[in-house]
């Protein structure tokens, strides 16, 4: 099955600053990679998401760009602001039997220091 | 517009019991996943339900079951409670390949 390894695990940054995320996968199949925030104690959300047919993608302050070849992508955040602390989790997708079949990684606890 | 939602929030219960939890899909959505996140962890997905029907499944026990009824709402259901059980339960639902997710139930087996 998909195996999705995420790193750094954690990673403390100054305001203003950038982020980078990085998560593999294994499945050349997979063709979906959303970026989930969690807070805590809160449910995990969507901030951004890429389809395999795109390398980049930009909202704002996130960006997310896939390398197909090499089979792993990266979660970008610039300007990072207190409120960007929380678990960020790449998850990788692909369509099996009519349905998707989505892995998480292990999440990266951010932290942003004012 | 509603999003996905949960119940209940918390549930403590002692080993060997059962437990039901439910959650209630984004309106217009018709399938539902369920995943396990223990503390420090990504979700691990338990399995998922379209048209009432359990269609794929992670690497379970049969401890853990599920419905999903008509108004595509769902259960988690989990027998012989084990004190490893004890994580945040968490629904997401989608039509497509986005998914969205509940708020969790938290559940701590004593």
């Known amino acids: 099955g998909e195996n999705v390894e995420q790193h750094p695990s954690t990673l403390s940054v100054q305001e203003g600053d950038s982020a980078v995320i990085k998560c593999t996968y294994s499945d050349s199949a997979s063709n979906y990679f959303p970026w989930y925030k969690q807070e805590l104690g809160k449910r995990p959300q969507l901030i951004i998401d890429?389809?395999?047919?795109?390398g980049e993608k930009k909202d704002q302050r996130i960006a997310v760009t896939l390398n197909k070849t090499a089979k792993h992508f990266s979660l970008h955040i610039t300007e990072t602001q207190p409120e960007d602390s929380a678990v960020y989790f790449c998850a990788a997708s692909f369509e099996s039997g009519g349905y998707q079949k989505v892995t998480f990684g292990t999440g990266t606890k951010l932290q942003v220091i004012p | 517009d509603a999003g996905v939602t949960q119940s209940p929030t918390h549930l403590i219960k002692t080993r060997g019991q059962q437990v039901t939890l439910r959650c209630s899909p984004k309106?217009?959505?018709?399938?539902v996943s369920w995943y396990q996140q223990a503390l420090g962890q990504g979700p691990q997905f338990i399995f998922q339900y379209y048209e009432e029907e359990e269609r794929q499944r992670g690497n379970f026990p049969d401890r853990f079951s599920g419905h999903q009824f008509p108004n595509y709402s769902s259960e988690l259901n989990v027998n012989a409670l084990l004190l490893g059980d004890s994580a945040l339960y968490l629904c997401?639902?989608?039509?497509?390949?986005?998914?969205?997710f509940g708020p969790g139930t938290r559940l701590l087996v004593l």
């Open positions: 890429i389809r395999s047919n795109v």
């Open positions: 997401a639902s989608s039509q497509g390949e986005t998914q969205y």
């Open positions: 309106s217009g959505h018709d399938t």
